[in-house]
């Protein structure tokens, strides 16, 4: 296993653009999960899926966020009109269902919204 | 709504003590509880997960103990090393590996 991979590692953008992160799961791990993490905070869900299809979405994602897992492998978490408020590190993680509840997080992108 | 509180906030001992790290959650009905140690501008690496069923969990100088019915948690450390220098996350999973966390307790070793 490589590991969850995600890119980039850092972003900052000014308020009202939109940006795009990318996740790479390990390897046949078929639920993948986005979260947030603010600074001195811990993580918040936003939102998982499993294989290709999103389950669930929390109230944080607003309509300005969709993510999106095309081919059941990579996703994408898109931020439009950003806001200073979005400014944070966002995690994704991912989990195979069948090997245990070990849950593998990446290294985080952080988003710095200026 | 579950909630999940870490004590103390942060921590900051000499080497070579033992130490606690507190997790309480309002709602006893988990799936299981992780802790997970995260780095500065890192990821998340998960220590330890307990099963809703257990009690306790051990690796190495870690040992992470559980009581569903009090809402309770407790993350032993023995013989602290500098390298444990780290901040520490609570987890409750509800269902479908959605974690709800701590804000963490951000622990210092001095040597």
């Known amino acids: 296993d490589t590991g969850v991979s995600q890119d980039p590692r850092h972003k900052i953008t000014k308020r009202g653009q939109n940006v795009t992160f990318r996740c790479d799961p390990i390897s046949e791990h078929n639920r993948l999960y986005w979260y947030r993490q603010t600074l001195g905070q811990g993580p918040e869900f936003l939102t998982y899926?499993?294989?290709?299809?999103?389950?669930?979405k929390s109230r944080l994602l607003s309509d300005r966020f969709s993510a999106e897992r095309p081919k059941g492998s990579f996703s994408t978490l898109e931020i439009q009109r950003t806001e200073q408020g979005d400014s944070a590190m966002y995690l994704c993680?991912?989990?195979?269902?069948?090997?245990?509840?070990?849950?593998?997080f990446g290294e985080g992108s952080w988003l710095t919204v200026v | 709504k579950q909630e999940v509180t870490q004590i103390p906030a942060a921590l900051s001992v000499p080497e070579g003590e033992n130490l606690v790290l507190n997790c309480s959650f309002t709602?006893?009905?988990?799936?299981?509880l992780q802790w997970f140690r995260q780095d500065p501008g890192k990821g998340l690496t998960s220590l330890l997960l307990?099963?809703?069923?257990?009690r306790e969990q051990t690796s190495g100088r870690l040992n992470a103990s559980l009581d569903k019915s009090s809402g309770r948690s407790t993350l032993y450390i023995a013989a602290s090393q500098p390298g444990d220098s780290a901040t520490y996350l609570c987890a409750v999973e509800g269902g479908a590996q959605k974690l709800v966390f701590g804000q963490g307790t951000r622990l210092t070793i001095n040597p």
């Open positions: 993680a991912s989990h195979r269902l069948i090997s245990g509840n070990t849950i593998y």
């Open positions: 709602d006893s009905a988990i799936y299981n």
């Open positions: 899926f499993q294989n290709e299809a999103q389950l669930e």
């Open positions: 307990i099963q809703s069923s257990q």
